[in-house]
């Protein structure tokens, strides 16, 4: 490679031979089959038998052995360690290969979320160089830190001057890359759709790929996410939105499609919301072909994919994805459940039952606003990390946080009776919990808002993020994008946090029952592909939008509103899981109905024995979520109860 060193050229060959997929709860090692040898041959196939190596009880955690929503991986295969973005628990974790079971090692942030020196908010991707500094991809504080080894706080070489498109910032850090003979850094920034070159000492970067507007073209990109750098400083891109990899040359004007590019899709020629690239010694790409679940390999120059990795006895279900290149073994998370943002979906077995008599969790004591009581409690979601419900308890205008096993509730939000105060809601009908900020985002419906209130502290009033709009449902993606129904307007709509005008995906065609319309949008849901899926109340069906769709499709009822197994009756919220099973409320024939994919029909889980009190009952159930053991909870309206059926 004309101008490279020799020695730096043969440590970057030597450095990644690896595959690497790195999620919530499980990282498993795969072994080269030409382990013995400095650098696997083209022809290196990979076992599919996995080795936990860190988190092997599936268990979020904040101790040595734990991890809380990985994201970014990176291995040091010359000493052995690997150093993960331990997301969700703002910091960054070494751990020793060759001891494996010893735990981690806090190599950068460990000191809560924040913008101190020694913290860090929400990393997603680290990089560590041949001196063992640590990069980090800090990316709610809009900055790179670099942690020296052994350091107690980092330093800021990138960014830090707030979220934003100027030069001296930084939207959102997907990926980084070090080029060591330079000390060069490469930045992703997915939400300016660029990638951006900083030189040491500089206080600004330079665009290097795209055009910071996101498309489709040649010299743009949307959404990107991983990078791979090489010696000659050709940069190769994981183009997530456009499922594509994009190889762009040193001083090019437009990239140049290396892998994909064909449409979103399971075919060999095709890729579906990649997450990561790596390129071998040979000019082969790999490909973190996240929504496929597997790892692609593709030759230079073709067309469609050589070989993947879409088998093992470690089922590859994950959000997210990183992949890096070592000279011995390649390293996959896997888990029992898939991490969507805030929302953990369990893997649900196709043949699963549930008790048919509920246990009540939460509520139970007739009407009232009691700790201990609701009246009419609707939207439901389940923290797992701490085992809390949060309960959109409708008329009491206030939000219920209630852990598990406790007999009591407690108000994070409103409580002062109805009205429009920054301290009051009005009928909140929907919740969801943003982790990042530690906070809850309410629709407040007969306030015509949507509002956030801090779980810290249980402050006393919450801050407005929109107004001026009939919010009934509410959902985020792995993105941070705010998912809301608009009940007035019979569309859905996608938000960043500050955006007042959104972007319509599904409906905005007035009200009907056209494929491209809705009568009354209730509950969203939003899967790790981002399809929205919607409970179209009045029409009596749940419709699913793809993204980028026109229309949507019928996926459940649309045949009338009695209670047929093909039919719905005011449907409200809903839940997709693993596997693309449909669970809804089916409100007004009192039970809880699950349609398998392409189902023309749908099966009873819970309830469908007339409305009533009984445990074998529903009485109009509203809300209903699942833990990440596969348990159902079910909001049972009108006897202002909490039940749950557990998973047989």
Avoid at 17 to 37: G, L, M, P, S, W
Avoid at 73 to 95: C, P, S
Avoid at 515 to 542: A, E, K, S, W
């Amino acid at each position: 490679m004309a101008g490279a060193n020799n020695a730096e050229q043969q440590r970057m060959i030597d450095r990644i031979k690896c595959i690497t997929f790195c999620e919530a709860r499980d990282v498993a090692t795969i072994n080269c089959d030409h382990a013995n040898q400095n650098n696997c041959r083209e022809t290196t196939e990979w076992s599919t038998n996995g080795i936990p190596i860190v988190g092997s009880d599936k268990k979020f955690g904040y101790d040595a052995f734990h991890l809380g929503s990985p994201f970014g991986l990176f291995v040091d295969d010359e000493r052995g360690n690997i150093y993960v973005a331990d997301t969700h628990n703002h910091r960054v974790q070494k751990f020793n290969l060759k001891a494996i079971g010893s735990g981690g090692i806090t190599v950068a942030g460990g000191n809560g979320a924040g913008n101190g020196s020694n913290q860090l908010n929400m990393p997603w991707v680290v990089y560590v160089d041949k001196n063992e500094n640590v990069y980090v991809g800090d990316t709610d504080n809009s900055r790179i830190q670099m942690w020296a080894k052994g350091a107690t706080s980092g330093v800021t070489v990138a960014g830090g001057r707030g979220k934003g498109k100027n030069l001296n910032q930084i939207g959102a850090c997907q990926g980084i890359f070090v080029h060591e003979e330079t000390n060069t850094l490469f930045i992703s920034d997915f939400y300016n759709d660029r990638i951006v070159k900083w030189i040491p000492e500089k206080d600004e970067g330079v665009i290097v790929a795209g055009t910071e507007v996101g498309g489709s073209s040649a010299n743009q990109l949307s959404g990107p996410r991983g990078i791979f750098i090489d010696q000659c400083e050709t940069i190769y891109i994981a183009d997530l939105w456009n499922s594509r990899i994009q190889k762009w040359e040193k001083g090019a004007t437009e990239g140049i499609t290396v892998a994909g590019g064909n449409g979103k899709g399971s075919a060999t020629n095709q890729l579906y919301d990649p997450w990561d690239v790596e390129v071998d010694q040979y000019g082969n790409v790999y490909v973190a072909d996240t929504s496929n679940n597997r790892i692609m390999k593709w030759a230079p120059g073709a067309t469609s994919v050589i070989n993947s990795t879409t088998t093992s006895t470690i089922p590859i279900t994950t959000a997210s994805a990183a992949i890096i290149l070592t000279t011995s073994a390649a390293i996959i998370s896997t888990t029992s459940a898939t991490t969507i943002q805030q929302l953990v979906i369990p893997n649900i077995p196709v043949n699963a039952r549930w008790a048919q008599q509920g246990v009540t969790v939460a509520g139970g004591h007739q009407s009232g606003n009691a700790t201990n009581q609701f009246f009419y409690p609707k939207g439901l979601f389940i923290d797992d990390d701490d085992q809390t419900m949060i309960i959109a308890d409708t008329l009491n205008h206030r939000i219920i946080q209630w852990k598990t096993g406790d007999v009591n509730g407690q108000v994070a939000a409103g409580g002062h009776g109805r009205g429009n105060r920054l301290d009051q809601l009005s009928w909140p009908i929907a919740v969801v919990i943003d982790k990042d900020t530690d906070s809850i985002i309410i629709c407040d419906d007969n306030n015509q808002r949507v509002v956030r209130w801090s779980r810290r502290n249980y402050t006393s009033q919450g801050e407005i993020l929109l107004d001026n709009i009939n919010c009934f449902g509410l959902a985020m993606d792995n993105q941070k994008y705010v998912y809301i129904s608009d009940t007035r307007n019979h569309e859905v709509r996608r938000y960043r946090i500050g955006d007042k005008n959104g972007t319509l995906v599904a409906g905005g065609h007035g009200e009907g029952n056209g494929l491209n319309q809705f009568n009354g949008p209730t509950y969203i849901f939003i899967d790790q592909q981002h399809t929205v899926y919607v409970t179209d109340r009045n029409n009596h069906r749940v419709m699913k939008w793809d993204k980028y769709a026109t229309e949507g499709i019928v996926v459940a009822g649309g045949q009338g509103k009695v209670n047929a197994l093909t039919q719905l009756s005011f449907p409200y919220q809903l839940f997709v899981d693993t596997l693309g099973t449909l669970y809804v409320a089916d409100s007004a024939n009192h039970r809880v109905m699950r349609w398998f994919k392409d189902a023309k029909q749908g099966t009873v889980i819970a309830g469908g024995n007339g409305p009533g009190e009984r445990v074998h009952q529903l009485h109009y159930p509203y809300g209903l979520f699942f833990d990440r053991h596969g348990n159902l909870y079910v909001t049972d309206s009108e006897n202002h109860r909490i039940q749950r059926f557990s998973i047989a």
